[in-house]
Nanobody, 124 residues
Framework: QVQLVESGGGLVQTGGSLRLSCVVS????????MGWFRQAPGKGRELVAD????????YYKHAVKGRFTISRDNAENLVTLQMNSLKPEDTAVYYC?????????????????WGQGTQVTVSS
């Protein structure tokens, strides 16, 4: 009954911006740490960013620091990933995920619930 639905992916040129949204239903948002993962063609799924239950802690993969911003609005059951200065290496399917664990959990296996993903393509 838990659902995470991503939206906002698309095709953008290098240097452009996209804002991904994840709408969550079936769980209490404040009980979950949220993350965004991505999987590029031929690559494994990797953590891009995560945020704690109230937004006071964030983590970013080094490659996206200064370019991406993760945020959440628990009242709206919403998690977002603002992506600026996009590069071709950012091309991937992006997944929203939730875990009842903590920020130390960085592996895909530590997350309890997953969305189905949204495609981001950055043209060169």
């Amino acid at each position: 009954q838990v659902q995470l639905v991503e939206s906002g992916g698309g095709l953008v040129q290098t240097g452009g911006s996209l804002r991904l949204s994840c709408v969550v239903s079936g769980l209490v948002m404040s009980n979950y740490h949220m993350g965004w993962f991505r999987q590029a063609p031929g690559k494994g799924r990797e953590l891009v960013a995560d945020v704690n239950w109230n937004g006071t802690y964030t983590y970013y993969k080094h490659a996206v620091k200064g370019r991406f911003t993760i945020s959440r609005d628990n009242a709206e059951n919403l998690v977002t990933l603002q992506m600026n200065s996009l590069k071709p290496e950012d091309t991937a399917v992006y997944y929203c995920a939730a875990t009842s664990g903590y920020g130390q959990v960085k592996a895909m296996s530590g997350y309890n619930y997953w969305g189905q993903g949204t495609q981001v393509t950055v043209s060169s």
